[in-house]
C-alpha cells in the first residue's frame, strides 16, 4: 500500500544575523562568576542541553553551565541578578520588566522556536485520543475515571503526572486550557519533579496520562531515554476527536495541534561581548542555533519553510 504523508522541509531562516540588541545597564562587580551560568525551565533541557554543546563547539567560548530549575525560579534568579540569561515560554510581566530596569538593567526578550505540551499514556493503554475539553475536566478535578470518557475502558481513576508545580508545563495548563482557574494538584494529580519522571511515572501506570514538553519526544542526548524505546505512546489532541493529532513539527508549523507554546530567551548580559549574551545570540541566529531546533522536531521562530507530499511505497 501507498502511503502519502507531508514533508516539513526547511528552506531558509532569516538572512538577518545581527547580534542581539544591547542589554545596557551597569555591570555586576560580581559579573564574571553570575555571568558563568545561565537557568532554564526544565521541560527545556533536551533542546537547550543540544544548542549549549554546538555553541561551545563552534565558538569555543565558555565556560557555561546550564542550572535546570522551574520557570518560575529560573526568573526569580534573573531578577535577583543571579543569572543574566534564563530559556522560558512566557515572556517578561509588566512587574518583573520593571524590577530588572529599576536595577539599571534593559531586558531583551526574543521567541526562539515553537514546541508543544504532549500526553503521554502507557502503551497498554487503547485510548490515545483525547479533546483539549476533556483534558480540561481531567485538569479540573471534573472527570476522574477512564470510564467517563472512553466507556468500554478497562481502566479506573485517571492519574496524571506533571513535572513541578512552579514549571512552564502547569503555567500553561492554567492559563491555556482551564482559563485561569485552579488546577487540581491532589488526589489523581500530582507532580513527580522531573520530565523523566514523568515518563518513568507513565511507564509504571498503565492509567496514567503524563504532561511533558514535544522536545523530549525526540531528546537527542540519551538513545535509551528516547520514546520509541519507552513502554509510552503520544496521544492524540484536538478540538474534536476527528481534529486530533499528535505534536509533530509539521502540525506545530500549522497550528493544527491545539497546545503550542514559544520558547523565549530573556536576557539581561550588560557585555556585549558576554558569554550568555553570546549564547543568546547563537540561539537565534539562522545558522546554525535556528536550525538545531529545527532538527530536534521543534519549529524555529524564524524560519521559512516549504511541505510536500511523499509515497512511500
Request: charged content about 25%; glycine content about 6%.
Given at each position: 500500500m501507498?502511503?502519502?504523508?507531508?514533508l516539513?522541509?526547511l528552506v531558509?531562516?532569516?538572512?538577518i544575523?545581527?547580534l542581539?540588541?544591547?542589554c545596557?545597564?551597569?555591570?555586576?562587580p560580581k559579573?564574571?562568576?553570575?555571568?558563568k551560568?545561565?537557568a532554564?525551565?526544565?521541560?527545556?533541557?533536551?533542546?537547550?542541553?543540544?544548542?549549549l554543546k554546538i555553541f561551545h563547539?563552534?565558538?569555543?567560548?565558555g565556560?557555561?553551565?546550564?542550572l535546570y530549575?522551574?520557570?518560575?525560579?529560573?526568573i526569580?534568579?534573573?531578577l535577583?541578578?543571579?543569572?543574566?540569561?534564563?530559556f522560558?515560554t512566557?515572556?517578561?510581566?509588566?512587574?518583573?520588566?520593571n524590577?530588572i530596569k529599576?536595577?539599571?538593567?534593559?531586558?531583551?526578550?526574543f521567541?526562539?522556536?515553537?514546541d508543544?505540551?504532549?500526553?503521554i499514556?502507557n502503551?497498554?493503554?487503547p485510548?490515545t485520543?483525547?479533546?483539549v475539553?476533556?483534558?480540561?475536566?481531567?485538569?479540573?478535578?471534573?472527570v476522574?475515571?477512564w470510564?467517563e470518557l472512553?466507556p468500554?475502558s478497562k481502566?479506573?481513576?485517571?492519574?496524571?503526572?506533571f513535572?513541578?508545580p512552579k514549571?512552564?508545563t502547569?503555567?500553561?495548563?492554567?492559563?491555556?486550557i482551564?482559563?485561569?482557574?485552579?488546577m487540581?494538584?491532589?488526589?489523581?494529580?500530582r507532580?513527580v519533579q522531573?520530565?523523566?519522571?514523568?515518563m518513568?511515572?507513565?511507564e509504571k501506570h498503565?492509567d496514567a496520562i503524563?504532561i511533558?514538553g514535544?522536545?523530549?519526544?525526540n531528546d537527542?542526548?540519551d538513545?535509551t531515554?528516547?520514546?520509541?524505546?519507552?513502554?509510552?505512546?503520544v496521544?492524540?489532541?484536538?478540538?474534536?476527536p476527528?481534529?486530533?493529532?499528535k505534536?509533530?513539527?509539521?502540525d506545530?508549523a500549522?497550528?493544527?495541534?491545539?497546545?503550542?507554546?514559544?520558547?523565549?530567551?530573556?536576557?539581561?548580559d550588560p557585555r556585549?561581548?558576554?558569554?550568555?549574551r553570546?549564547?543568546a545570540?547563537f540561539?537565534?541566529?539562522p545558522e546554525?542555533?535556528?536550525?538545531?531546533?529545527?532538527n530536534?522536531?521543534?519549529?524555529p521562530?524564524r524560519?521559512e519553510?516549504?511541505?510536500?507530499?511523499v509515497?512511500v511505497h
Amino acid at each position: 500500500m501507498n502511503k502519502r504523508f507531508n514533508l516539513l522541509t526547511l528552506v531558509g531562516l532569516s538572512l538577518i544575523i545581527g547580534l542581539l540588541p544591547s542589554c545596557g545597564g551597569k555591570p555586576n562587580p560580581k559579573y564574571e562568576e553570575t555571568a558563568k551560568c545561565f537557568a532554564a525551565d526544565e521541560s527545556l533541557s533536551p533542546i537547550i542541553d543540544e544548542e549549549l554543546k554546538i555553541f561551545h563547539i563552534k565558538t569555543k567560548r565558555g565556560p557555561l553551565y546550564p542550572l535546570y530549575v522551574s520557570e518560575q525560579e529560573a526568573i526569580e534568579k534573573l531578577l535577583n541578578q543571579e543569572v543574566y540569561l534564563v530559556f522560558t515560554t512566557r515572556r517578561l510581566t509588566q512587574n518583573e520588566e520593571n524590577i530588572i530596569k529599576n536595577n539599571q538593567y534593559n531586558p531583551r526578550v526574543f521567541p526562539l522556536a515553537y514546541d508543544a505540551m504532549a500526553l503521554i499514556v502507557n502503551k497498554d493503554n487503547p485510548d490515545t485520543v483525547i479533546t483539549v475539553d476533556n483534558f480540561r475536566r481531567i485538569l479540573s478535578g471534573e472527570v476522574t475515571r477512564w470510564q467517563e470518557l472512553y466507556p468500554e475502558s478497562k481502566l479506573d481513576t485517571i492519574r496524571v503526572a506533571f513535572d513541578n508545580p512552579k514549571s512552564s508545563t502547569v503555567r500553561f495548563c492554567v492559563d491555556s486550557i482551564l482559563k485561569g482557574q485552579p488546577m487540581k494538584t491532589s488526589g489523581n494529580i500530582r507532580a513527580v519533579q522531573t520530565s523523566i519522571e514523568v515518563m518513568n511515572y507513565v511507564e509504571k501506570h498503565k492509567d496514567a496520562i503524563g504532561i511533558i514538553g514535544s522536545v523530549w519526544l525526540n531528546d537527542q542526548r540519551d538513545e535509551t531515554n528516547a520514546m520509541n524505546d519507552r513502554h509510552l505512546t503520544v496521544m492524540k489532541v484536538g478540538t474534536t476527536p476527528v481534529m486530533a493529532v499528535k505534536p509533530s513539527q509539521y502540525d506545530i508549523a500549522y497550528g493544527n495541534y491545539p497546545m503550542i507554546r514559544t520558547i523565549y530567551a530573556l536576557c539581561t548580559d550588560p557585555r556585549s561581548s558576554g558569554v550568555p549574551r553570546g549564547f543568546a545570540n547563537f540561539c537565534w541566529i539562522p545558522e546554525p542555533g535556528q536550525r538545531i531546533f529545527f532538527n530536534a522536531g521543534l519549529f524555529p521562530a524564524r524560519a521559512e519553510y516549504s511541505v510536500r507530499d511523499v509515497i512511500v511505497h
